[in-house]
T-cell receptor, first 111, second 114 residues
């Protein structure tokens, strides 16, 4: 079983739609959860970071963590064409342990 | 806003040659990382570095790889004898000194081995 599973998509939505991106994981030691956005051939850009179960909101983005189900989500409201990118979930244990990434979901928002 | 920088943005080399990829982490960060991403695949951890020594490394990080922090600002990844399969994007990341901090990534160096 892979440590972090993420549906690679691609996912295509119309502008203004609500987007839901998800990852599941198997390692109970993971405590910190991130969502990164990556444009083609660029570095991952941090979008959301959380370390507790529940929801965290930042503008149009909401990160949700359910540690009991080992499931995390990223919701994008009022999606824009500029949101078109690959979204990577990543997680790690305590301290300075390395990040474990999902494969990324490619999102296209069509105007 | 502080950011991680990497040079060069693209490096082309012949198989068997040595390459050095350079990174300038965010000032005052204490933990440094190298990751790589082969085209179409996941971002994979290579090595972490703290207090001037390797703190963790993956199976990928074999004897042909080395890391160094030669001064107070640069963090380098050396590949001694490149192979075709080393072609990938290489990302440097840095993290602050608090356990709850997260990692910030540089823009990457695209390495092409011919």
């Amino acid at each position: 079983q892979k440590e972090v599973e993420q549906d690679p998509g691609p996912l295509s939505v119309p502008e203004g739609a609500i987007v839901s991106l998800n990852c599941t994981y198997s390692n109970s030691a993971f405590q910190y959860f991130m969502w990164y956005r990556q444009y083609s051939r660029k570095g991952p850009e941090l979008l959301m970071y959380t370390y507790s179960s529940g929801n965290k909101e930042d503008g149009r983005f909401t990160a949700q963590v359910d540690k009991s189900s080992k499931y995390i989500s990223l919701f994008i409201r009022d999606s824009q064409p500029s949101d078109s990118a690959t979204y990577l979930c990543a997680m790690r244990g305590s301290g300075n342990t390395p990040l474990v990434f999902g494969k990324g979901t490619r999102l296209s928002v069509i105007a | 806003e502080p950011e991680v920088t990497q040079t060069p943005s693209h490096q082309v080399t012949q198989m068997g040659q040595e390459v050095i990829l350079r990174c300038v982490p965010i000032s005052n960060h204490l933990y440094f990382y190298w990751y790589r991403q082969i085209l179409g695949q996941k971002v994979e951890f290579l090595v972490s570095f703290y207090n001037n020594e390797i703190s963790e490394k993956s199976e990928i990080f074999d004897d042909q790889f080395s890391v160094e922090r030669p001064d107070g600002s640069n963090f380098t990844l050396k590949i001694r004898s490149t192979k075709l399969e080393d072609s990938a994007m290489y990302f440097c990341a840095s993290q602050g000194g608090i356990a709850t901090d997260t990692q910030y990534f540089g823009p990457g160096t695209r390495l092409t081995v011919l």
